[in-house]
């Protein structure tokens, strides 16, 4: 139950960090992956949280699940950036 709380909490968050980062970053995969969750940190960070280590490795497969779903639901197409303001964050 724990653990789906905090899905609860973060999903939100990852899906519209990870919209974001395919729309402003031009790289590999890993590093938007990577790119998301530093940007989910830094934003805690300011925001006075730290985010505790398993809460990151729930959020990193968070991160990978929702770029998995929006490929397989061509939300995200491959070699071609998201279309700004399609509503599909």
């Known amino acids: 139950m724990k653990t789906l709380l905090l899905i609860s909490?973060?999903?939100p968050v990852v899906m519209g960090t990870v919209a974001a980062v395919e729309q402003t970053v031009h790289a590999p995969g890993s590093t938007k992956a990577q790119v998301a969750l530093n940007t989910i940190q830094t934003v805690s960070a300011i925001a006075g949280e730290t985010i505790p280590e398993p809460h990151?490795?729930?959020?990193?497969?968070?991160?990978?699940g929702v770029v998995d779903t929006f490929n397989k639901t061509r939300v995200f197409t491959k070699g071609a950036p998201a279309a700004a303001g399609t509503g599909n964050a």
Do not use: E
Not at 57 to 64: C, D, E, K, R, Y
């Open 9 to 11: 909490k973060y999903l």
């Open 56 to 64: 990151v490795q729930l959020i990193s497969g968070l991160i990978n």
